[in-house]
């Protein structure tokens, strides 16, 4: 659905407010204030604070899942379509960090989203999407078989998204070369394994 610029100035307002303050704390005067707009104009497009919060993670599911499909049938190798997940969730948190800070602080770990079972059902859309990228791996070999798929599936995203939860919680910032050295640090542990290979 195509947003008006009032629209998408307060979601852009809604998310530096949720960022900022949590979903538990933010008021919809707040999110009014920081758009500099009338809280009445605010309403006129969000009834309440729920229905704006969940415009901005369907917004968030929308783009994740647009990336991983477009990854799972494009042509690339299983480490390149790994790595491009990797990629994508840390360019966003340097271009959006508010956006991405929401995901881990309120999607992924708060109350909200696993409240009923269409934020469940999301996280399950995207274990699975996940899941086949390394099923497809396993299949042409290039990863191990002798470990479950989902299993992979979880040791791989939860190392991106304590990454992503240690940054944020220290509000650190994100620019090309740290992403690479995070990028590669995350693909090589997740590839090859911590152990020190003999010599």
């Known amino acids: 659905m195509i947003k008006t610029e009032r629209e998408k100035n307060i979601i852009e307002a809604a998310l530096k407010v949720f960022s900022r303050n949590g979903y538990a704390d933010t008021r919809m005067a707040d999110i009014a204030a920081e758009a500099g707009m009338s809280y009445g104009l605010v309403y006129h497009y969000y009834q309440n604070k729920e229905k704006l919060f969940e415009a901005i993670v369907e917004d968030w599911w929308a783009g994740f899942y647009r990336e991983l499909e477009s990854l799972k049938v494009g042509d ?15 360019s966003v948190y340097e271009k ?10 309120e999607i992924s770990r708060g109350f909200v989203d696993h409240a009923d079972s269409r934020g469940k059902g ?12 390394m099923e497809e791996g396993q299949k042409n070999g290039f990863l191990r078989n002798d470990i ?14 304590t990454f992503l939860s240690v ?5 650190e910032k ?11 640090g995350i693909a090589k542990v997740f590839f090859q394994g911590a152990v020190k290979p003999r010599e």
Not at 96 to 105: H, L, N, T, W
Not at 167 to 171: A, Q
Not at 176 to 183: G, L, N, P, Q, Y
Request: glycine share 8%.
């Open 148 to 161: 479950a798929a989902r299993y992979l599936t979880y040791v791989f995203l939860g190392s991106i998204d």
């Open 76 to 90: 690339a190798t299983t480490e390149e379509k790994l790595r491009g997940i990797i990629h994508y969730l840390l």
């Open 174 to 184: 994100m620019n090309a070369s740290r992403e690479e050295r995070i990028s590669d």
């Open 122 to 133: 999301k996280f399950g859309r995207l274990f699975d999407l996940c899941r086949e990228i």
């Open 167 to 171: 940054m944020i919680l220290g509000g």
């Open 96 to 105: 959006k960090p508010d956006q991405i800070s929401i995901f881990v602080i």
